[in-house]
Nanobody
Framework: VQLQASGGGEVQAGDSLRLSCAASTSGVYVMGWFRQGPGKERDFVSVIKRSAGITYYADSVKGRFTISRDVAKNTVYLQMNTLKPEDTAVYYC??????????????????????WGQGTEVTVSS
């Protein structure tokens, strides 16, 4: 399984970006985004369960970021609005085959994911 992330770039505070993550197979039932800022750990951003469309977000991005999926294309999107300098990071797409009935506190940990994309860099200047 391969995950291909794209869509990063350099923007001004208040701007928007949309990240994409395409999976090489339809069997990745949970896909999410994490980010890692300079000198920081990799933190959870958002996740979506592909079939049901259930979503979870980190508190820091709620109301500004929206995760969605195109099942036919095996692709997940992260629409990022009202970007802030603190959103600057490398954004990583993550995937796991098995879905569960657990909620956001299960999926917000890197160890839950079997597959990782290469990362796409987002820089937000003030």
């Amino acid at each position: 399984v391969q995950l291909q992330a794209s869509g990063g770039g350099e923007v001004q505070a208040g701007d928007s970006l949309r990240l994409s993550c395409a999976a090489s197979t339809s069997g990745v039932y949970v896909m999410g985004w994490f980010r890692q800022g300079p000198g920081k750990e990799r933190d959870f951003v958002s996740v979506i369960k592909r079939s049901a469309g259930i979503t979870y977000y980190a508190d820091s991005v709620k109301g500004r970021f929206t995760i969605s999926r195109d099942v036919a294309k095996n692709t997940v999107y992260l629409q990022m609005n009202t970007l802030k300098p603190e959103d600057t990071a490398v954004y990583y797409c993550a995937g796991r085959m098995a879905t569960t009935s657990y909620g956001g506190n299960f999926y917000n940990k890197t160890v839950r994911y079997e597959y990782w994309g290469q990362g796409t860099e987002v820089t937000v200047s003030s």
